[in-house]
């Protein structure tokens, strides 16, 4: 199989199957205001054929519903959900540990998007022998939920896809119902969006990045 410039192709020895990792293209340059649809790689594609659960919500009731919603209750389902990454493995069968975050579909024309706010964290059981997940990247795992185990979902991965600093930025719908934890790292901003995120930008919303 062919590699291309977008994706590395891990394979695993504890999943059946083939888990992809695919590292997004940098940010385009910042010359228009435009909102765009998502719009999936051509290997992400090939998850999707069978279509997951949504992000909790679903797409517009991010904005009018009343209730956080919760990442439990889906077990052997087949979930699409994005999230910031805070903990990575550090040894072998550990999982990364991912703040989950709402997303409605709708992109900046030279970016990703998501909001700032979620409803937990969950876990994902996945092998990144590249290394192309890093701490603080944004996600998209596409996978099933194979365990709930203390109140938390544990994902096992087919697909990720990643977006790394500098490439993704923040919107602020959703109900935030977010791991204390993370909320206490972030700082007061004028505005959660920008079109030009830079180091400065993440650590005032997600804490402090670690080189």
């Not at 989950?100 to 996945?126: E, W």
Request: aromatic share 10%; glycine share 8%.
């Amino acid at each position: 199989m062919k590699l291309t410039a977008l994706s590395l192709l891990i394979l695993s020895s504890s999943f059946a199957g083939a888990q992809l990792v695919e590292v997004s293209a940098h940010r385009k340059p910042y010359t228009k205001d435009a909102t765009v649809d998502y719009v999936s790689t051509p290997d992400e594609a090939k998850f999707v054929t069978k279509k997951p659960d949504s992000d909790v919500g679903g797409g517009q009731t991010f904005y009018c519903s009343k209730e956080a919603g919760s990442l439990l209750g889906k077990r052997d389902k087949l979930i699409s959900w994005f999230g910031i990454v805070r903990i990575l493995p550090t040894k072998e069968g550990d999982t990364f540990l991912v703040e989950h975050k709402h997303y409605d579909g709708m992109n900046d024309y030279h970016m990703q998007l998501a909001s700032l706010f979620g409803v937990g964290d969950f876990k994902v059981a996945a092998k990144d022998t590249k290394g192309a997940i890093k701490p603080l990247s944004l996600v998209r795992v596409i996978g099933t939920v194979v365990d709930e185990a203390d109140g938390i979902p544990t994902v096992k991965a087919d697909y990720i896809r990643v977006w790394h600093l500098g490439d993704f930025a923040f919107m602020d719908y959703g109900i935030d119902a977010t791991n204390e934890r993370w909320k206490k790292l972030r700082q007061k901003v004028p505005m959660i969006y920008t079109p030009t995120p830079d180091d400065a930008y993440y650590e005032s919303l997600l804490g402090r990045i670690k080189h």
